[in-house]
C-alpha cells in the first residue's frame, strides 16, 4: 500500500496490486462524509447501533464518533476489517490532524480488537476481523450499515444477493444500508433482498449513490 493524494489534498490507500483506493481520489473526507454520515446516521434519532462493512484507515468511524460527541447521541460501533492496516501507515495520512481529534484517531486504533471499548460517552466502538461471509448477524439489530468494502469488481464476494439479504434480516425495520456504490447490480440485488431504493446524488460530483430502507 502507498499514499495517494485526493484532488482535494489530503491522502487516501492505494493499493498497486487491486489498482484500488480506499477512499474516493476526488476527496476522501468528503466523500464519507457525505455518503456514511449525511446519507446515513444524519438520517437517524436517537442512540444507535451501526454496523461498517470495511474499518479501513478508521476514518467512518473518526467522523461517526466525532458526530456522536457534538449531537450527544449514544452510538455502538461494530466494524469488519479481515484486513487490518497498520496504524504506522495510516498515521501518515493525517485525518486526526485533519479533523482536529488525532488523539480520538489515535484511540480508535489502539482499541482492541473483538471486545467492545468505550472510546468516549457516546461511542463505543466492537472491531472484529471475522469476515461478513461467515458472520451470523443478530437479527433486527442495526439501525444503519455502511457498507463500505472495495468496489463490485475488486471485491464481487461482498456484492452478492446472499450478503444483502443477510444485511436485510441484521437491519432494524425503519433502518438504512448507505453506500457510495451506484451500479445496476447491487440495486437489483438490494430490492431482491427486501429493501427500497434511493438513489441521491453522490459525493464529489458524482450523479448517484444508493440508499438502501427497510
Known amino acids: 500500500m502507498e ?9 487516501t490507500l492505494y493499493i498497486p496490486s487491486m489498482d484500488e483506493t480506499y477512499h ?4 476522501a473526507i468528503t466523500e464519507a462524509i457525505h455518503v456514511f454520515l449525511h446519507e446515513g446516521m444524519q438520517r ?6 451501526i454496523l ?10 473518526l467522523l461517526t464518533a ?8 449514544k452510538v455502538t460501533y461494530h466494524t469488519l476489517e479481515p484486513f487490518q492496516v497498520p496504524f504506522d501507515l495510516v498515521r501518515k495520512i493525517g485525518y486526526g490532524e485533519l479533523l482536529e481529534e488525532p488523539i480520538l484517531f489515535a484511540e480508535l486504533h489502539d482499541a482492541s480488537w473483538e471486545n467492545k471499548i468505550k472510546i468516549h460517552e457516546y461511542f463505543t466502538l466492537h472491531k472484529t476481523t471475522q ?3 461467515y458472520m451470523n448477524l443478530t437479527a433486527n439489530r442495526y439501525d444503519v450499515i455502511y457498507f463500505d468494502a472495495f468496489a463490485p ?16 434480516k441484521a437491519t432494524k425495520p425503519g433502518g438504512i444500508l448507505t453506500t457510495y456504490s451506484a451500479a445496476g447490480q447491487l440495486k437489483r440485488d438490494l430490492k ?3 429493501f427500497s431504493i434511493e438513489n441521491p446524488t453522490g459525493a464529489n460530483g458524482k450523479r448517484e449513490m444508493t440508499v438502501a430502507l427497510k
Open 24 to 27: 474516493s481520489r476526488n476527496g
Open 66 to 73: 466525532q458526530y456522536a460527541a457534538k449531537t450527544c447521541r
Open 52 to 61: 461498517e462493512i470495511g474499518f479501513g484507515t478508521g476514518l467512518n468511524a
Open 192 to 194: 431482491s433482498a427486501g
Open 3 to 11: 499514499l495517494q493524494e485526493t484532488k482535494t489534498g489530503e491522502y
Open 44 to 49: 437517524t434519532t436517537g442512540n444507535i447501533e
Open 153 to 168: 469488481k475488486k471485491q464481487p464476494e461482498l456484492w452478492t444477493l446472499d450478503i444483502f439479504s443477510k444485511l436485510y
Open 131 to 133: 469476515k461478513l461471509e
